[in-house]
């Protein structure tokens, strides 16, 4: 894990510790979380690691059940005639979630996003949709979803589908980690473009 995401991974584990009774904001539970990745292509000629905070507020019931606010700073690696090069960039976005039960122990969920990447190259504005099955085992929940992501400015390049597949395991009732494994192909092509590995940790207030 990079030095530099260290203060913000034990700032939540601090909040974690210290944060027990539920607290409400616009009728929901406020959540933070953060996300730390690591991509790869498949001959390693490009390496990205990246970090997101998102916070958020949840709600139960209600046509929507989950609104965030996703905050990325990235920082890439990408080999040309032998020779590293180094880029960074940032990506803001809103994401909606909707949930479905099926039965008691598996959900069906939705997730939409909108968003704007800021690289040093060139600005896009993208977006994604997500269906997904959750089921809950003993010990921990299973995720297996589906994203198509797509530029929506005219950019190429951004346009790609994906899949993800990983646990989740409640550490308490405030507190949750998650690990996801995520491969990409570009959507025109269907050419294996990536494969990333996640871990999100999440604080529920």
Known sequence: MKKRYMPVFLLMLISAGTVYADVTLY??????????EHEEAPDHSEISHSVTLVPGIR???GFINQVELL???EREREKEDGVWHKESGRKVAIRLRKDFTVTGNLRVTARALLGRAFNEGIDYTYAYFEPAMKYRFRYFDFTAGVRAV???DGSDGHDANKIRLGPSFDINQHNEIEFRWVRSW????GK???DAYI???TTKF
């Open 71 to 73: 905050l990325q700073a």
């Open 186 to 189: 570009d959507a025109h092509s």
């Open 27 to 36: 009728g929901g539970q406020p959540r933070l979380a953060v996300e730390f």
């Open 192 to 194: 294996h473009e990536s």
């Open 150 to 152: 797509r530029a929506i």
């Open 199 to 201: 871990m999100e940790y």
């Open 59 to 61: 709600w139960n019931h």
